[in-house]
């Protein structure tokens, strides 16, 4: 997976609507991402996770609490993520559980967590707009677009916090991880079946091997 360009608004610290373009980063290969303490750093990564997966960076971190407190009371939280698999485009966009103003009336209604997934193949980036995003893969069902997203990159937000936010403070907690559990990432991270099929194979052919010179030596 590759990061195109992130949109967040009234989101984490950002009251307003900012763009990351992060193509000219990855143009140039590795990359940091660097500032000072609360310039909004960690809610970069909180938006990639949040949009990909309709979590925050942080398991512990409540989804609720990721609308802006500066943010003016008619601007909803969204979050747009357009990323890169293969050769192929994605654009996600995501709106959390947040109160909003009634359309009628006084007060405030609670508006619920939507998520819509886009096959962007084929469209530049400047061509991405609110208005043209692509074919739509799945949409409004959060479980459908988690699965259509997880499914794409081949792993959930679990394994995205623990291996793609390593940068972040994790790697302990992936080198604290019982033997078994990293392994258990790493399998889902990389496609392993070829290699276990093949050892599947080897060690039948090994054991077939050993019986026929029991027999032989019989």
């Known amino acids: 997976m590759r990061p195109v360009r992130l949109t967040l608004q009234a989101f984490g610290p950002y009251a ?25 750093k960690s809610t970069i990564f909180s938006g990639m996770t949040f949009a990909l997966f309709g979590e925050a960076s942080k398991s512990e971190q409540d989804r609720t609490s990721l609308r802006s407190d500066h943010a003016a009371a008619d601007v909803a939280t969204e979050v747009e993520f357009v990323f890169d698999v293969g050769e192929r485009r994605f654009v996600v966009v995501r709106q959390p559980d947040q109160m909003r103003p009634k359309q009628r009336g006084e007060g405030e209604t ?10 962007a193949t084929g469209l530049a980036l400047d ?23 997880s499914e794409l990159l ?4 679990e394994q995205f916090r623990q291996i793609v ?3 972040q403070g994790r790697f302990e907690k992936f080198l604290s991880a019982k033997t078994n559990e990293r392994v258990t990432i790493l399998r889902d991270l990389f496609d392993v079946s070829l290699y276990q099929a093949l050892m599947a194979d080897l060690k039948d052919k090994a054991a077939e091997a050993e019986r026929q010179g029991r027999e032989e030596r019989a």
């Open 16 to 40: 307003n609507r900012e763009v990351i373009d992060f193509r000219n980063a990855v143009e140039a290969g590795l990359f940091g991402i660097y500032g000072q303490t609360g310039s909004g």
């Open 110 to 119: 609670k508006s619920a967590h939507e998520a819509h997934l886009f096959d």
């Open 127 to 149: 061509e991405i707009t609110a208005n043209k995003r692509g074919k739509i893969i799945a949409e409004k069902k959060v479980r459908d677009v988690d699965a259509a997203v």
């Open 154 to 157: 081949g792993y959930g937000a």
């Open 165 to 167: 936010l390593l940068p």
